[in-house]
């Protein structure tokens, strides 16, 4: 008996396929296996969405998230890119999984983890609008990693093939691809920084900076701004226990440097936080 979750998605492709031809789903034995453009966007789980009226977005659009300079020959290519709605909590893609397509974060926010032998969560990122997941599946053909989305986001579909073929043409992609990659190694090398740190005080005010600057960088507030992720993901990202994060907010709000209201965070003294991390003049060490 085919599941109604699939039987809709079923339905969905019927109804609309006339007007694209980018949408297929196909069945194998009980699980749902959504494939769009030929890129697996769902295995053993729910569907994601398509957005509706099949919204794409062109060459110069990925341009511009790449921060390349527009040129009127990128208007001329006939290439489009799928956007896909996943609900929070749904994953992007799972470890294991054929990698044939990194995914550009349009609006919402993500995370990366690892899992363990013993299928333990080992979050190593958070991604916002403008950010790429699915870097590690470059190497070998298939993911090392998963991401889910923690709040409802939308995802760009990058095919793997799309890129390359771009990259012959227009050299800014190939410069763009290797700037991905060497963002993600220096992302990777900040962290270990911050887990250099032993004070947790240090640890989770150096986050909150960051994160209020990457939320600055995006045309939002820099000192109030919504935590999206769980206590439990901060910790696993910190190396912190969820006691000791806890226990860290509430010591930086009693020194009145922050407000927490749940996830609701106010940075009221960023000065004071930057003398605990050791900033100066607004630059990080990481």
Known sequence: MIHPVIKLSLLFCVRHRKQSMLYEAAVMKDYSHVVVNNTCLEKYREPAEIQQKWLTSNVADIADFFQIPRSPAFLSQAESFQHVHFKAGQRVFISGEKADAL??????????????????EQVVNFQMKGNILGVDGIHGGEHHSEAVALADSDIILLPIKKLKALSH??????????????????????????????????????????????????????????????????????????????????????????????????????????????????????
């Open 103 to 120: 995914y550009l974060v349009n609006s919402g926010f993500t995370k990366s983890l690892i899992l363990d032998e013993s299928g333990n």
């Open 169 to 286: 043409t227009f050299r800014q992609f190939d410069n763009a691809m290797l700037n991905l990659l060497s963002m993600e190694l220096v992302h990777q090398q900040n962290r270990l920084c911050l887990l250099a740190a032993r004070n947790a005080e240090v640890r989770v005010a150096n986050f909150l900076l960051n994160l209020a600057e990457r939320f600055f960088a995006l045309g939002y507030s820099r000192s109030i701004f919504n935590l999206r992720m769980t206590r439990n993901d901060l910790g696993s990202y910190l190396g912190l226990s969820l006691e000791t994060v806890s226990r860290t907010l509430s010591f930086l709000h009693a020194s009145g440097w922050i407000d927490v209201n749940n996830r609701g965070i106010i940075i009221r003294d960023e000065l004071s936080l930057k003398n605990l991390t050791g900033i100066r003049k607004g630059i990080t060490r990481n």
